[in-house]
């Protein structure tokens, strides 16, 4: 079955860290770009880090430049967005989401093949 599952997500105060991981089945996620999306209730979703599959190049929000961090591990199949000094703006159901395209930056919706669940990081002390 091909998917992606998220997991890690949580409750935590500002300042705290949380890392988010998405493991792939029935596809190698190291061919394909990866997207960090986010949605806050009320908003549209926004990509916060994306990987291109070709250069590798990292495409950062403004808002998470210097906090966020992406790691893989392609043994596991498995991505990371490592979460740092969180603020609670940065409260939103992330999801990770994988594309067979390449180039900079985060991508339409609609060009991704597949997407994560989505898991809830909540920032509140």
């Not at 997207?35 to 998470?64: H, M, N």
Request: net charge neutral; proline share 2%.
């Amino acid at each position: 079955q091909v998917q992606l599952v998220e997991s890690g997500g949580g409750l935590v105060q500002p300042g705290g860290s949380l890392r988010l991981s998405c493991a792939a089945s029935g596809f190698t996620l190291d061919y394909y770009a990866i997207g960090w999306f986010r949605q806050a209730p009320g908003k549209e979703r926004e990509g916060v880090l994306c990987i291109s599959s070709s250069e590798g190049s990292t495409y950062y929000a403004d808002s998470v430049k210097g906090r966020f961090a992406f790691s893989r591990d392609n043994a596991k199949n498995t991505v990371y967005l490592q979460m740092n000094s969180l603020k609670a703006e940065d409260t939103a159901v992330y999801y990770c989401a994988a594309a067979s395209r390449s180039g900079y930056g985060c991508y339409n919706r609609w060009e991704y093949d597949y997407w994560g669940q989505g898991t809830q990081v909540t920032v509140s002390s």
